[in-house]
């Protein structure tokens, strides 16, 4: 039986925990439950909700799972860049008002040319990027420290202090607040960082500032703990053998008993194929509708008895996923749902005849939903690369089939499988997705890392806080 975290004052660095209502909240919130079970002292360092950026979206309910005892500490972040953006907005709506109107044929002689127009763009790329470093959430950093200074201050030092990520501004805020308080730190990576293959089209300033804080924060913090073992690999091999040793692997989870009390519900008459989780960055199923696309015209689907559900954002850079489906005519066959309550989700994930997954390009990450998918116990699509974790762990599990994400034969084909019932769910070993066992494993990180500092180092209750190194 692992060891916990039991006595000790931890601080919880993050940019996602509720009411967020992103995924990455839910890892925060397992660990914060075992850590309360275990006697532990807990604070969390996050965001105001009122500093939100736009778009965010959030569920309150979520609040409820926060354990008692546990301090909220928030702090404000700043966001000048989105606040002159809307300055800047606000301008140029204002001037279109007072401007006469002009035919289109004024504007077309008047508008800068295309190639001025896009190194305009370039360059707004560029600045957006520059004053965004690691992250969008860069302007919390400075607010967070101090506030976490001043919590440490006011109550005493932390005998731990942990972050998660991404957002990675966690990770650097979490840095400065270990040097200065003199306490150890543990760092939760849950995607790649500066190597992540769906960033290959950032600027190349991006990619090496982002290599640089990546290499601060594996070489400062006491252990690094990563959801994958691939991930965990690509930063052994980045950052040598030495780093290596304090490298660890704890998988994602879900909360099995989240499902409690909802029961399944799935049509009679028709396929609903569910995804639940937003569609961003390289997660682009293009393929699955063109695949769907062909089987209506060859009527291997029946349009009547046949629905993709979409349940969340959907924002892939280049691609009109909303536009695809209108030009391939998939407009009675396609639902797109931008939020819906986490509890919803969930009841829509029992309903559902099938679960999809969509992991292109990258193979040193899982996505969380898969998790719940497991414990739904639905047969699951997952367009994922053959030979990338994703694809190992419902391969692993039993749980559905696996397809290359631009392979649209193999979908038609997985496709009919499912819809013929020649892709059955078995009885999925439940501490592939046990979220209770994993946050189990993470406490006990913290113990060894905590007892270290207290070895090492005096007890945060009695030594005063300095910024002079030890």
């Known amino acids: 039986m692992a060891s916990d975290a039991s006595g000790h004052r931890v601080l919880v660095v993050t940019a996602t925990f509720p009411p967020d209502g992103a995924v990455g909240s839910l890892r925060t919130l397992r660990l914060l439950r075992h850590l309360a079970r275990s006697g532990s002292d807990v604070e969390v360092l996050t965001i105001s909700p009122d500093t939100y950026r736009a778009g965010t979206v959030t569920d309150p309910a979520l609040l409820a799972q926060v354990p008692d005892g546990v301090r909220v500490t928030r702090a404000a ?47 707004q790329r560029a600045c957006s990027a520059l004053l965004s470093v690691p992250d969008r959430e860069v302007s919390w950093i400075v607010p967070a420290v101090v506030r976490g200074c001043g919590s440490a201050k006011r109550t005493g030092r932390p005998d731990i202090i942990y972050s998660s990520g991404p957002p990675y501004s966690a990770h650097v805020a979490a840095a ?89 519900r799935p049509s009679a008459d028709r396929f609903v194929l569910l995804h639940a989780g937003s569609l961003y960055g390289a997660r682009d199923p293009s393929s699955l509708f063109r695949a769907i696309a062909e089987a209506a015209a060859a009527e291997t689907i029946d349009r009547g008895a046949f629905r993709i559900r979409l349940i969340g954002r959907i924002g892939i850079p280049g691609v009109d996923l909303p536009g695809l489906i209108r030009q391939l005519g998939l407009e009675d066959l396609v639902e797109i749902i931008p939020h819906m309550p986490r509890r919803m989700v969930l009841q829509e994930m029992l309903d559902a005849s099938a679960l999809l997954i969509v992991q292109p390009v990258t193979r040193v990450s899982i996505p969380g939903k898969l998790y719940e998918y497991l414990a739904a116990r639905r047969p699951i699509l997952a367009l994922a690369e053959p030979d990338g ?23 038609r084909h997985a496709l009919a499988q499912l819809l013929a019932g020649g892709v059955r769910r078995l009885d999925t070993d439940p501490s592939l997705y046990d979220g209770a066992l994993r946050a189990s494993e993470l406490g006990a990180i913290l113990q060894r890392a905590a007892s270290r500092g207290q070895v090492h180092g005096a007890s945060s209750s009695t030594v005063p806080i300095s910024t002079k190194p030890s």
Do not use: Q, Y
């Not at 001037?95 to 006469?100: C, N």
């Not at 002009?102 to 008047?110: F, G, K, M, N």
């Not at 190349?204 to 252990?223: C, Q, Y």
């Not at 694809?391 to 039993?398: H, K, P, W, Y």
């Open 77 to 123: 972040a700043i966001r000048p860049v989105e606040r002159l953006g809307a300055w800047l907005r606000r301008g140029r709506t204002g001037r279109a008002h007072d401007r006469p109107r002009r035919s289109s044929a004024t504007v077309a002689e008047a508008g800068p040319p295309p190639t001025r127009l896009l190194s305009i763009r370039r360059l």
């Open 176 to 264: 400065c607040l270990a040097a200065v308080l003199r306490r150890p730190w543990v760092a939760d990576f849950r995607d790649p960082w500066a190597r992540a293959p769906w960033r290959e089209d950032r600027f190349r300033f991006e990619k090496r500032a982002w290599s640089m804080l990546e290499r601060l924060v594996v070489r400062r913090t006491d252990a690094a703990v990563f959801v994958t073992e691939a991930n965990r690999a690509d930063f052994a091999a980045h950052h040598g053998e030495a780093l290596a040793r304090r490298f660890h692997v704890v998988p994602n989870g879900c909360d099995a008993a989240d499902f409690d009390g909802l029961v399944p």
């Open 389 to 411: 974790d994703t694809a190992a762990l419902v391969n692993r599990s039993g749980a559905g089939v696996v397809v290359p994400p631009a392979d649209e034969t193999g979908i």
